[in-house]
């Protein structure tokens, strides 16, 4: 019998011997590979944090002990441990286990994460509330390297630094290699400086230095000096160690015994720490160890070959994108490219290779890397933009300040928007649309197919002065839509199919929704006009009236939220010339399953659509 047979929760993981840890954290990962290869997730962070998470959970007391894990992409092995082992097969499957945090499905998650760099603030809060209640039990954060890299990180290691706040902060370290002989010495200098008996004799020597006369403040300042050079030295932790915190390790991440001892000191440190953790992204599957980044996030995969069981050939959007922009760049030499810490999955891989002066990688950055580009713009380059739908509302203050009040030429290649499936309510890029279409001096466009995309960002780079959004879909093209092909002119869309009985309004990927819901119509003798806007900001009333002065009726396709949509938008503006059904997604959070799934499911397919404009047809 496995151990991992026996073990359905922290309780359980307590009854083995520590000798047994390290044979259960190989079942674990043989598990977690099993798993994936079926249902798809992250698939490498996961494999790197097997160690990590069974010693947190043999150290630490969970539930009443609280695991914030940042991002949280790599909290599998957490939810195995956890009581949801045998719920792994409907991971990110629609009405499944989740594959991020949920405080709604397990009383071991206790905060929501999806996006980067909040953990540490939220582990804060907690540990405020812990302290006002007088309350005791430990709060842990585990935030990794690339996490540490956005600005909301060091803004609560600031904080957590002047607080004194008791609060553990876990660094995943799955970039750095460790040297032996400085790991070697970082360890004994992290032992000496943990040490509970150090940390008290610390203090009696300075309260009996500073009960002595002149000479004794002489004396403590120039001891501190001579510490702190060497510090600055030798201790790898010295910015943690100035900001407030107490730095311990390099601790080998793959190390349960270490682990376990790394625990114990830090449960007996008073005040702010961060444990500085060495992992291995992929640790334990070669194809994932190879290339981490890869297996970062995975279809369902073989095991024995590391391939995707359902190998696409099919360019993406981004992929689309990333291939037009390097042709743009050959002939202009203003254009450059910015992400933030998404090269690969913005379709900018070959951009990098092509052009590496000439593209940005923020990190985990957003806002930095908008109000950049709105630098790079107030000094005569041409700078894109590639950003997740979901991360650039992390950046929304800087686009309304930075950008658009200077009227600054950026182009926001705004990628995901809409539903992107499996991932959830934190990726979803639904709010987007609403809070672009809201600021002055934007221009807001959606491509129907991949030749509107390469249009769009052309005319975008070309022939705009001022702020400008292109927002596309994951995924690939299904289909081409007639008149794409057509040029584009700022603030005008095209009739794409004509008709006599309703005008059906859309934008982006739901033109081709549209153009099936006006075939199921066509078999009821319903004909339908379609209507490609191209242009969400600003809409083409000309073409909206003149469509509706024919049919007399508008229904309006938006896959966004209600409030702030495009779909409002045009029915404001045809209200006194046609009655309006707006089709849009419903106020609330989209939870994960495929997109098929969950435009089904909210009445945003064709058929649920057509079935709509039947009813409100009349007929």
């Known amino acids: 019998m496995k151990f991992l047979d026996k073990v359905n929760s922290p309780l359980e993981l307590k009854q083995l011997k520590t000798s047994e840890l ?50 949280g992409h790599q909290s599998y092995v957490h939810k195995i441990l956890t009581g949801r082992k045998n719920e792994m097969s409907t991971l990110r499957q629609l009405k499944g286990l989740s594959g991020f945090p949920k405080r709604a499905e397990s009383i071991y998650d206790c905060f929501d994460t999806g996006h980067s760099s909040t953990s540490i603030s939220a582990a804060m809060g907690m540990a405020r509330a812990r302290d006002l209640k007088k309350e005791n039990y430990e709060i842990v954060a585990v935030i990794g390297d690339g996490a540490l890299t956005g600005g909301m990180a060091f803004e609560a290691l600031n904080d957590a630094g002047r607080s004194n706040t008791k609060l553990i902060i876990i660094l995943n370290d799955n970039e750095m290699s460790i040297s032996k002989n400085v790991g070697g010495l970082s360890k004994y200098l992290s032992k000496v400086r943990t040490d509970t008996r150090y940390l008290s004799t610390k203090k009696d020597v300075e309260k009996i230095l500073n009960n002595m006369p002149v000479a004794g403040g002489k004396v403590k300042a120039f001891l501190k000096r001579a510490k702190d050079a060497v510090k600055q030295m030798v201790v790898p932790g010295m910015l943690f160690e100035e900001l407030g915190l107490t730095y311990m390790g390099p601790v080998d991440g793959h190390s349960i015994d270490d682990l376990l001892v790394a625990f114990k000191t830090a449960k007996n440190i008073e005040g702010p720490l961060i444990m500085h953790v060495v992992t291995k992204k992929g640790k334990g599957y070669k194809f994932a160890e190879q290339r981490p980044n890869e297996y970062h996030s995975v279809s369902a995969f073989d095991i024995e070959t590391g391939k995707n069981i359902k190998e696409s050939t099919v360019a993406s959007y981004s992929d689309v994108f990333g291939k037009k922009l390097c042709e743009i760049a050959e002939n202009n030499n203003n254009v450059v490219a910015i992400t933030a810490a998404m090269t690969d999955g913005t379709g900018l891989t070959n951009f990098a290779r092509k052009f590496p002066k000439r593209i940005f990688d923020a990190g985990i950055a957003e806002q930095h890397a908008v109000t950049m580009a709105a630098g790079l713009a107030a000094n005569g380059i041409v700078p894109v933009v590639a950003l997740y739908s979901s991360f650039l509302q992390r950046a929304y203050d800087q686009v309304i300040h930075d950008v658009a009040i200077q009227n600054l030429h950026v182009v926001l290649a705004v990628d995901r928007a809409g539903l992107v499936g499996n991932d959830g309510e934190t990726h979803q890029g639904v709010f987007d649309e609403s809070f672009l279409m809201q600021i002055p001096n934007m221009t807001v466009m959606c491509p129907a197919d991949y030749r509107e995309l390469e249009s769009m960002l052309e005319f975008a780079v070309n022939e705009i002065d001022g702020p400008v959004a292109i927002r596309y879909p994951r995924g690939s093209l299904k289909e081409y839509v007639s008149g794409s092909y057509k040029k584009i002119e700022k603030g005008k869309g095209i009739v794409t199919e004509e008709g006599s009985d309703v005008t059906i309004a859309a934008c982006g990927k739901m033109v081709v929704t549209a153009l099936h819901v006006r075939e199921i119509l066509k078999e009821q003798n319903i004909d339908a006009e379609v209507v490609n806007l191209r242009f969400i900001k600003p809409l083409d009333d000309n073409l909206l009236l003149k469509s509706v002065m024919k049919t007399k009726k508008a229904v309006v396709i938006d896959e966004a939220v209600p409030w702030g949509s495009f779909a409002l938008s045009v029915k404001a503006a045809l209200q006194d010339h046609a009655d309006v059904l707006i089709k849009t997604l419903p106020d609330e959070f989209i939870r994960h399953g495929t997109v098929e799934e969950l435009l089904k499911e909210n009445n945003m397919d064709p058929e649920s659509i057509a079935y709509d404009v039947k009813k409100f047809l009349g007929r």
């Open 22 to 71: 390290p044979i259960l954290a190989n079942e674990i990962r043989e598990y977690i590979i099993q798993s994936v290869s079926k249902t798809g997730g992250h698939l490498a962070s996961n494999l790197g944090v097997v160690e990590l998470t069974v010693a947190m959970h043999y150290s630490l007391n969970t539930p009443e002990d609280k695991i914030i894990w940042d991002v």
